[in-house]
């Protein structure tokens, strides 16, 4: 198993073991314990599982009072992965990182909290599984525009099915005193000179 930093590099990009044969294939999803020697430590508590139509986008989701970090796996099927820095104060603060995740070839993504996530669906469907560092938190639910102009993320779909909830969300600019702020990593606050 490989786990590489992406462009953001707190996202996380996973290549697990996948092991092929005359039956098909195999590979683990998640093990705490080989997962954390290479970085990920993280508690998961909640997995979720959607299947989604072609052209159908999902997101850019986030929750506030309760953030969730996210390791997600495509199934079946092709999909689009975006995640978005949306930690006020971050230097990282309003860049985006995608990926496009496939069944056919298993790599995963984490998404740590601070995050705003979402993905859309190139093949006739894909079956999608996230594992969640926290539950989900109905009050705590928040939002950005998927094509919020100033992210200016190339989804692959031009006209994409939405949730009413979705096209109702606001650009990143517009969500003051609704996003999360950042917090340096013990590492990260460690390698500050004084």
């Known amino acids: 198993m490989r786990i590489s930093p992406m462009s953001l590099p707190e996202v996380l990009l996973i290549e697990p073991d ?3 044969d005359a039956r098909g294939s195999f590979f683990e999803i ?5 997962y954390g020697a290479l970085g990920i430590d993280a508690v998961f508590v909640q997995d979720n599982f959607s299947r989604s139509r ?5 997101g850019l989701h986030y929750q506030l009072g309760r953030p969730q970090g996210k390791l ?3 199934v079946t099927g092709r999909v689009y992965d975006a995640a978005v820095d949306i930690r006020v104060g971050s230097p990282t603060f309003g860049q985006w990182v995608g990926y496009e995740l496939s069944g056919d070839d298993p ?3 984490y998404i740590p909290p601070g995050f705003a996530h979402g993905f859309c669906v190139l093949s006739e469907t894909a079956d999608f599984l996230y594992k969640c560092t926290d539950v989900y938190s109905p009050q705590d639910e928040r939002g950005i525009l998927w094509s919020d102009p100033d992210l200016a993320i190339p989804w692959p779909v031009s006209n994409p099915q939405l949730s009413p909830k979705d096209q109702m969300y606001r650009p990143l600019k517009e969500m003051q005193g609704e996003l999360p702020l950042y917090r340096p990593s013990a590492q990260e606050t460690s390698n500050v000179k004084r």
């Open 18 to 20: 996948l092991y092929r």
């Open 30 to 34: 998640h093990r705490a314990d080989r």
């Open 54 to 58: 072609q052209g159908v986008l999902r």
């Open 72 to 74: 997600v796996t495509v």
């Open 107 to 109: 790599v995963q993504l």
